[in-house]
């Protein structure tokens, strides 16, 4: 009986670590691998670092339409897709924001200039994704925001905030439910 029971309590273990596990693939879904691998390598951007800014700007919904008229599975402005495609020099379609290769291309390109302009610095770049370049070179003068110049020892807005240490703990999440992107 003794036995039972233990082989019983080892099968619930199991069950629940498998069920823990499997929910977490569900929350955490890596979609496009292909495109991410390739835009991330092409751009030289880290690949989790994209795989979990769509995460937070998307969660891989390449219908996704943001207030602010962004699209698709990396949240794209028109404005900002026609300024990377100008920039790759491919020329954008219409419906062309919402193809998962384009939009993730042309994202991770934004995202790696904004990692040029900021020194490689990931949190200062995906604060200038989410709120603009020009508002994050604003927040390195105002000294009550950042002591050196370099760094934000506060982001002031509170959605951009959130929005950098979202993605900072999506990396890390993705790092470890897919150590092989």
């Given at each position: 009986?003794?036995?039972?029971?233990s082989?019983?309590?080892?099968?619930?273990?199991?069950?629940?670590i498998i069920?823990?596990?499997?929910?977490a693939?569900r929350?955490?879904?890596?979609r496009?691998l292909y495109?991410?691998?390739?835009?991330?390598?092409?751009?030289?951007v880290d690949r989790f670092?994209v795989?979990?800014?769509i995460?937070?700007?998307?969660n891989f919904?390449?219908?996704?339409?943001?207030?602010?008229?962004?699209k698709g599975v990396?949240?794209?402005t028109?404005e900002?897709?026609?300024?990377?495609?100008?920039?790759?020099?491919?020329?954008?379609?219409?419906g062309?924001?919402?193809?998962p290769?384009?939009n993730i291309?042309?994202?991770t390109?934004?995202?790696?200039?904004?990692?040029t302009?900021?020194?490689?610095?990931e949190?200062?770049?995906?604060?200038a994704?989410?709120a603009?370049?020009?508002?994050v070179r604003?927040?390195?003068?105002?000294p009550t925001?950042s002591t050196?110049g370099e760094?934000l020892?506060?982001i002031?807005y509170e959605e951009t905030?959130r929005?950098?240490?979202?993605?900072?703990?999506y990396?890390?999440i993705y790092?470890l439910?897919?150590p092989?992107i």
């Amino acid at each position: 009986m003794k036995l039972i029971r233990s082989i019983v309590s080892t099968l619930l273990v199991i069950v629940v670590i498998i069920a823990a596990v499997y929910g977490a693939y569900r929350l955490f879904p890596l979609r496009y691998l292909y495109e991410v691998r390739q835009s991330a390598d092409e751009m030289g951007v880290d690949r989790f670092l994209v795989a979990a800014l769509i995460k937070a700007e998307s969660n891989f919904n390449v219908d996704a339409i943001s207030r602010a008229d962004a699209k698709g599975v990396m949240q794209l402005t028109d404005e900002t897709a026609q300024f990377c495609a100008e920039k790759l020099g491919m020329e954008l379609k219409e419906g062309d924001i919402y193809s998962p290769a384009v939009n993730i291309r042309l994202g991770t390109f934004y995202l790696g200039r904004m990692l040029t302009l900021f020194n490689g610095d990931e949190n200062l770049a995906v604060a200038a994704y989410n709120a603009g370049e020009g508002r994050v070179r604003e927040w390195l003068k105002d000294p009550t925001l950042s002591t050196d110049g370099e760094s934000l020892d506060v982001i002031p807005y509170e959605e951009t905030r959130r929005h950098v240490e979202k993605i900072a703990t999506y990396k890390k999440i993705y790092k470890l439910l897919y150590p092989n992107i």
